[in-house]
């Protein structure tokens, strides 16, 4: 009842009175932009490279001509950091490369398994400050689905002493094949993220990680999880980086798996089978171990959010966010047309020129109540660390932020009778959009592929982990011209041929009129709330309305 009311107060504010005279988003517009950023001259946008220089450059030239305000570092002052914003902040990024080739085997009953990186295998630079990785002859170890996760009682290691030994394990929750059980069925949790993997990995000492990849529990191609992992990493500058990553992390084709497995007398199928019970105990591959040799560069360097700002005229001191990033995978491995420039048109162009968009549309309007915060961030596709740094260095306070509404990769499709977002967060925000979907004849879908983890893999998150409601909204696949058919063939044509791959250029053929709706669910969305006193709140069963719930007393 409560999320009800909440949707149907805002929905009958007093700004919306006005709703015939809501400002329109333009798909002219929107397509001149992400032709743009997507151009081979921006050379994928990859942070810390001349990419980066010309999306920060245009980014910042877009919301001057809009008439934002500068809202990212404060410059100093006669000495002080208290003068005027910088237009830019300043994200202290660990760069991480491989130097030289990269050499890597199974050895198995004496005999050695050549693996060739990218195709067997994607190891990614190692990202614990070291000049080298040199792992002889270590023993390898299937450990299942590589979950602790003490709250479920379970508990995939048992015990086992792994220190030095390379991991074998399986990508996704240990209920994603059967749809049932401890981990909530098909929706992934946190423990099913690629992320978590190499995470506990680390707090189990083991020297290295072997992820096995499977398309539809991955939910994407193995031509992603090379172009992902094959080139430049980045991070958070960490004091302590081997408490976070294993030495080696890397991911190894399903039939590289099935092979080792067979050649160590063992079956990787009933292994499988049997790591979905949390009665599962580590299995070791008597005979095979793994070696691998290759070298790294690693520095800091300095990557950039930008940050535009409408000061609010009653309440400045509140923040409505939207945001999105402008990274994308820079120049990479070549591709069977030789394109080795990763464009991003999609992922996310569409999102900088939509956020650029709103701001337009805001500035079009009397000055809101609230001020609203246009945040373009940096490597969202190395981990969002843009948005983490952010999140954990914020221009303006967590406390008094409204809300994030995050936008990543919409359609290009055309016109949806529905919409959805990236996972289901339990938070008022989502019941928000689907209130303004219905007032426009449209409908809300949950998260098609709640599998995929969408939930954790966009910028929406770092702030959500921290208390603050957050979103990323998504386009709807029940297209106005096809109906779902089309709308999922056309989802399942990007990811299989586009997502984080060279093509995922503009086309001049697109139709973004459908894009231009969603934007303009997600304005009336931000209007609303910069035109209130509403406080957005994660629901009953979130678990992050214990953290935001913290910080009540500074929202009055």
Not at 276 to 286: A, G, T, W
Not at 397 to 421: E, M, Q, R, W
């Amino acid at each position: 009842m409560k999320r009800l009311l909440l949707a149907t107060a805002l929905i009958a504010a007093p700004v919306l009175a006005h709703a015939a005279e809501t400002p329109k988003i333009d798909p002219a517009r929107l397509s001149a932009h992400i032709k743009v950023l997507s151009s081979d001259d921006f050379e994928g946008r990859g942070p810390a490279t001349a990419g980066e220089t010309k999306s920060v450059d245009y980014i910042v030239g877009q919301m001057k001509a809009i008439g934002l305000e500068p809202a990212g570092d404060l410059l100093q002052k006669d000495g002080r950091k208290d003068g005027p914003r910088a237009w830019t902040q300043d994200v202290p990024l660990a760069k991480f490369d491989i130097k030289g080739p990269v050499a890597a085997q199974f050895t198995v009953g004496g005999k050695a398994v050549p693996l060739a990186q990218g195709e067997q295998i994607a190891i990614r630079a190692a990202m614990t400050n070291v000049d080298s990785v040199s792992i002889k002859d270590a023993p390898i170890v299937f450990v299942g689905y590589g979950v602790k996760a003490p709250e479920r009682n379970w508990d995939d290691f048992k015990g086992m002493d792994l220190k030095g030994k390379v991991l074998v394990l399986l990508i996704n929750d240990p209920d994603f094949e059967t749809g049932s059980g401890d981990f909530g069925g098909k929706a992934m949790t946190y423990y099913g993220r690629w992320t978590y993997k190499f995470e506990e990995a680390a707090r189990q000492g083991a020297a290295g990680v072997l992820i096995v990849h499977e398309t539809a529990p991955a939910s994407y191609g193995w031509a992603t999880v090379k172009n992902s992992n094959t080139n430049t990493m980045f991070d958070i500058v960490r004091k302590e980086p081997a408490k976070s990553h294993p030495a080696l992390e890397s991911w190894i084709q399903r039939d590289v798996a099935v092979d080792l497995f067979k050649a160590a007398g063992l079956d990787f199928d009933a292994l499988k089978k049997q790591a979905q019970s949390r009665d599962f105990k580590p299995v070791e591959l008597k005979g095979a171990t793994f070696s691998a040799e290759y070298a790294v560069d690693h520095k800091v360097i300095i990557s950039k959010n930008v940050a535009g700002r409408i000061k609010g005229s009653a309440h400045p001191d509140e923040t409505v966010i939207y945001s999105a990033h402008w990274d994308h995978l820079g120049v990479g491995q070549p591709d069977a047309r030789g394109d080795k420039i990763y464009n991003g048109a999609i992922d996310n162009a569409d999102g900088i020129a939509a956020i650029l968009e709103l701001a337009r549309a805001f500035k079009s309007q009397p000055a809101p109540q609230r001020s609203i915060l246009f945040l373009a961030v940096t490597a969202e596709e190395r981990g969002l660390l843009g948005s983490e740094y952010y999140a954990a260095n914020p221009l303006f306070p967590l406390s008094k932020t409204v809300g994030d509404l995050n936008i990543d990769a919409l359609s290009a499709a055309g016109p949806a009778k529905d919409i959805t977002t990236s996972g289901d967060g339990k938070v008022d925000l989502q019941d928000l959009l689907v209130a303004k979907a219905k007032a426009h004849g449209r409908y809300f879908t949950p998260d098609p592929s709640p599998q995929a983890g969408h939930f954790y893999r966009s910028d929406h998150f770092p702030f959500a982990k921290r208390g603050v409601p957050a979103i990323s909204v998504g386009s709807g696949e029940d297209l106005v011209q096809g109906g779902k058919e089309a709308g999922q063939k056309a989802e399942e044509d990007y990811t299989a041929n586009r997502y984080h791959q060279p093509a995922d250029e503009w086309r001049a053929d697109w139709d973004l009129t459908g894009q231009a709706q969603d934007i303009g669910l997600f304005y009336e969305i931000g209007a609303d709330l910069a035109n209130s006193k509403t406080w957005p709140e994660w629901q009953a069963g979130s678990e992050f309305k214990a953290l935001r719930d913290q910080t009540k007393g500074d929202r009055k």
